[in-house]
T-cell receptor, first 112, second 111 residues
Framework: ETGVTQTPRHLVMGMTNKKSLKCEQH?????MYWYKQSAKKPLELMFV???????ENNSVPSRFSPECPNSSHLFLHLHTLQPEDSALYLC???????????FGSGTRLTVV | TQLLEQSPQFLSIQEGENLTVYCNSS?????LQWYRQEPGEGPVLLVT?????EVKKLKRLTFQFGDARKDSSLHITAAQPGDTGLYLC???????????FGKGTTLSVSS
């Protein structure tokens, strides 16, 4: 149990589908993050939420839409994705980013 | 753009050997962290260093933060198969809102 739970663990979707990734943390952290992890690339920051407000949107295409309804939950809504969007999507939370993150296990997304 | 360069990219060694991996940048960081990631899982935080020159030990792992807070190293003594994984360094600065990650070092320890 890492304290950050992501569902689903695996997702295969067609390019015309709409799906959502869910992240939940019960660590009392006040910031949550979405990162994309692709082969041979550093983790790419997608979105940052601090106290439920989006504080960073790192030039992410509009086919990715985040939602943070409260400090414990974070969603990533997906629609009309491309095959190059296939990757491991990681959610993380922190109380103080200078001290580090707690990551979830990730969602392995495959777009066909 | 701040970058963290990790080396080597891949390392394959025998059980019992020692190894060092590096994390370098031209930028100064307020803190630097090391994570280990196993296949199919998210990264797990190993250590955070915040003071230039700081050395921290975690069993057989020794972490060092450079004096200028631009680089770090991870030394593993007598590596074991359980040390196998992707080692990521990540830096934080006062201005940014999130951590910056390196590409990682993939370590394979065979028995």
């Amino acid at each position: 149990e890492t304290g950050v739970t992501q569902t689903p663990r695996h997702l295969v979707m067609g390019m015309t589908n709409k799906k959502s990734l869910k992240c939940e943390q019960h660590l009392g952290h006040n910031a949550m993050y979405w990162y994309k992890q692709s082969a041979k690339k550093p983790l790419e920051l997608m979105f940052v939420y601090s106290l439920e407000e989006r504080v960073e949107n790192n030039s992410v295409p509009s086919r990715f839409s985040p939602e943070c309804p409260n400090s414990s939950h974070l969603f990533l809504h997906l629609h009309t994705l491309q095959p190059e969007d296939s990757a491991l999507y990681l959610c993380a939370s922190s109380q103080d980013r200078l001290r580090g993150y707690t990551f979830g296990s990730g969602t392995r997304l495959t777009v066909v | 753009t701040q970058l963290l360069e990790q080396s080597p990219q891949f390392l394959s060694i025998q059980e019992g050997e020692n190894l060092t991996v590096y994390c370098n940048s031209s930028s100064v960081f307020s803190s630097l962290q090391w994570y280990r990631q196993e296949p199919g899982e998210g990264p797990v935080l190993l250590v955070t260093v915040v003071t230039g020159g700081e050395v921290k030990k975690l069993k057989r792992l020794t972490f060092q933060f450079g004096d200028a807070r631009k680089d770090s190293s991870l030394h593993i003594t007598a590596a074991q198969p359980g040390d196998t994984g992707l080692y990521l360094c990540a830096g934080a600065n006062q201005a940014g809102t999130a951590l910056i990650f390196g590409k990682g070092t993939t370590l394979s320890v065979s028995s």
